[in-house]
Structure formats: C-alpha cells, structure tokens
C-alpha cells in the first residue's frame, strides 16, 4: 500500500522559507516521478511543481525561481524547499505520485 506523509509546514513571514518534505512507502521510490500540489481554501488543486525519476524538473510559473524541488532516493523522501514566500502561497500542500496517490498534506501560511 502506498503511503506518502508531508511534513514541514508552518506559519511564516512573507518572505521567509520553508522546506516541506514528502516521505514516501508502499513504492518504488526511485522509478517514479512525484510532484506538489497546493490547494487554497475556495480554489481548486493547483499543480505547482515535478521532479522526475531522472531529476528533471518543471515548475508553474508563479512558482519559478522561488521554490526548489529535489529528491533523494535513499530516504525515499522528495522536498519542496521554498523561498521569498508571499501570502498567496498560503495553502494546503500535497504530495503527488503516479498521478493517483496523495499525502494527507500540511499546511503553509504566509503572514504579510
């Protein structure tokens, strides 16, 4: 059974970080492709960014060049790390893989 468990979400200042984790069982970790998701109250699911299984990354737009998404297979674990955070990034975020399996995600909120 596949299991994925954010972490590291919190309340921050507009313009601080945060580094959310998504910790992955019940998988072939290395073989897979994971992404991120976030979900702001009244708003639908917005995709947000994607490492693949060769760390080849994509990222939305209003995302780029803030947020880094990486991964490291020994701990079967992908990050999410983000910078120069604004408040509408404030949002419940998920964990995606294989496009059918979600964390329960962890909630970010950015204070201005």
């Known amino acids: 059974q596949v299991h994925l468990v954010e972490s590291g979400g919190g309340l921050v200042q507009a313009g601080g970080s945060l580094r959310l984790s998504c910790e992955a069982s019940?998988?072939?970790?290395?073989?897979?492709?994971f992404s991120w998701f976030r979900q702001a109250p009244g708003y639908h699911r917005q995709w947000v960014a994607t490492?693949?299984?060769?760390?080849?990354?994509n990222y939305a737009d209003s995302v780029k060049g803030r947020f880094t998404i990486s991964r490291d297979n020994a701990k079967k674990t992908v990050y999410l790390q983000m910078n120069s955070l604004k408040p509408e990034d404030t949002a419940v975020y998920y964990c995606?893989?294989?496009?059918?399996?979600w964390g329960q995600g962890t909630q970010v909120t950015v204070s201005s």
């Open positions: 995606n893989t294989a496009n059918m399996y």
């Open positions: 019940g998988i072939i970790f290395s073989i897979n492709a």
């Open positions: 490492i693949t299984n060769g760390e080849k990354t």
